[in-house]
């Protein structure tokens, strides 16, 4: 069985940091694939950075180069972290992580998902 859990969310001020950690149990395959999501208020939810197994990443137009996605892989666990900078109050959401059918961003792809974690920028 695999579970899939997030932490690492949090209030911050706009121009701060945070960095989101998400474990995968009980995965055993060789190959993966990883991404973020995030859906706010109103709005369907979008994906923000995906990374496989061989270490190529993917993200979103939004992301502006302020994001950065990164994988370990460990016995039946995978390690995910999303590292964020320069946040913006546009960047408020739940933010979610998947294992995905392959290196894509769309939420369609994500075989597997953890219950989200809340990141809130505001002044």
């Known amino acids: 069985q695999v579970t899939v859990v997030e932490s690492g969310g949090g209030s911050v001020q706009p121009g701060g940091f945070l960095r989101l950690s998400c474990l995968a149990s009980g995965w055993t395959y060789r190959s993966y694939s990883m991404g973020w999501f995030r859906q706010a208020p109103g709005k369907e939810r979008e994906g923000v950075a995906a990374?496989?197994?061989?270490?190529?990443?993917?993200?979103a137009d939004f992301v502006e180069d302020r994001f950065t996605i990164s994988q370990a892989n460990a016995k039946n666990a995978l390690t995910l972290e999303l590292q964020m900078n320069n946040l913006k109050p546009e960047d408020t959401a739940i933010y979610y992580c998947?294992?995905?059918?392959?290196?894509?961003?769309?939420?369609?792809?994500?075989?597997?998902w953890g219950q989200g974690t809340q990141v809130t920028v505001s002044a």
């Open positions: 998947a294992i995905l059918a392959g290196l894509f961003l769309e939420p369609d792809a994500a075989d597997y």
């Open positions: 990374i496989d197994s061989e270490g190529r990443a993917k993200y």
